[in-house]
């Protein structure tokens, strides 16, 4: 695992996000190294997808400022910020349904294909052999997230917790050093949540940085080496996995003010 004494692939600062006079994002501040794990919890509102919306360029931040690998990407298109090294997942799939599985994925290395429109047009050598390099390395990140379903089939035909794990490869497609993952055990059963927990191991092997919003408590708690945690916007607590679950301010953020020992075991999901 990289040191803290070396650069942050990600670093947001103060991050501030207004809709009028209310406050999404209030202050958010906080690093991401290679291979890290950090995930951003909080109750439902806290401000977790504006956070992400704002670091991928979907939205403008009202104040603060977003560094990928030493470069302000505050202001940048989303586009742009994918092209530095940062992809993402979303909390609603956004696959292209009438597409099959496999163009699916192929979809996420646009930015690094080198070809054309001439080549396109003309199917030259350098457009036929980036067409077969791409569907090599778009099966390979198929395998990778262990898919199952029918690779040359419509994408909106694959059972949901498939349909994750082409959204995920599709992420991975674009080569990022730095993913962004949206609640992406939603709707998953037990069985896939304990498949995407290795997957997120694996992941992180790669040395990709992952930075994780989950309202899973257990898979959060897991697979985190660092927890970020929002309520109202304002980030209410930053530490390891353990610091956070007996963080008094978590506790009520999640429970309430009359938290009995129970509640805290259910925090501590010991």
Not at 158 to 176: S, T
Not at 187 to 198: S, T
Request: hydrophobic share 40%; glycine share 10%.
């Amino acid at each position: 695992m990289s040191t803290r004494e070396s650069v942050p692939l990600l670093r947001v600062q103060d991050l501030h996000l207004d809709f009028g006079g209310v406050k999404a994002v209030d202050g958010l501040t906080f690093q991401v190294y290679e291979d890290d794990v950090l995930s951003l919890v909080g109750p439902n509102g806290a401000g977790k997808t504006s956070a992400f919306n704002c670091i991928t360029g979907f939205y403008k931040p009202t104040g603060g400022s977003i560094t990928l690998h030493g470069t302000d990407i505050t202001r940048l298109r989303p586009s742009a910020i994918a092209a530095r090294g940062m992809s993402r997942t979303f909390q609603n799939l956004r696959l292209f349904g009438e597409l099959t599985v496999l163009d699916n994925v192929r979809a996420g290395m646009h930015l690094r294909l080198r070809q054309n429109a001439l080549d396109a047009l003309l199917h030259t050598p350098r457009f036929r052999r980036t067409e077969r390099e791409a569907t090599d390395e778009a099966n390979r990140w198929l395998d990778f997230v262990g898919l199952r379903g029918d690779r040359g089939g419509l994408a909106r035909n694959l059972p949901y917790g498939e349909q994750r794990r082409v959204e995920i490869a599709r992420a991975l497609a674009c080569g990022p050093k730095v993913l962004l993952l949206d609640e992406p055990a939603a709707g998953l059963n037990y069985g896939e949540k304990g498949e995407l927990l290795d997957l997120l191991q694996r992941i992180s092997g790669l040395g990709i940085a992952i930075v994780l919003i989950e309202h899973d408590m257990d898979l959060v708690m897991q697979v985190s080496r660092r927890v970020v945690v929002l309520n109202f916007g304002r980030e209410i607590a930053d530490g390891t996995p353990d610091e956070v679950r007996r963080d008094s301010a978590v506790i009520e953020a999640y429970l309430g003010r009359d938290d009995d020992e129970e509640d805290e075991e259910m925090m501590s999901h010991e």
